[in-house]
């Protein structure tokens, strides 16, 4: 059974940070690709951040510079650093895995809320 477990989310002064996790089971981690999107309410999903198997990241322009997505094959977990936090970076944050093939799975979503 694949699990994608989000921990992290919660409340923050704008300017702040917050580091934001997951922890995977039930998959190979480390042939995964990882990534972390978010959905505002009335607003369609979006990736933030992604990483490959073999570590080469991709960022959306609006958190370049400001997140660091990260991986830990040996403990099977994904991190997303989110610093300089701002009021539009508010929703709820999803971890993904995809091997490829039709092979993704979801996390539940944890909640960043970011206040100004």
Known sequence: QVQLVESGGG???????????????????RINAMGWY???????RELVASIASDYTTNYADSVKGRFTISRDN?????????????????????????RGYGYDYWGQGTQVTVSS
């Open 11 to 29: 409340l923050v002064q704008a300017g702040g940070s917050l580091r934001l996790s997951c922890a995977a089971s039930g998959i190979i981690f």
């Open 38 to 44: 978010r959905q505002a309410p009335g607003k369609q």
């Open 74 to 98: 040996a403990k099977n977990t994904v991190s997303l650093q989110m610093n300089s936090l701002k009021p539009e970076d508010t929703a709820v944050y999803y971890c993904r895995s995809d």
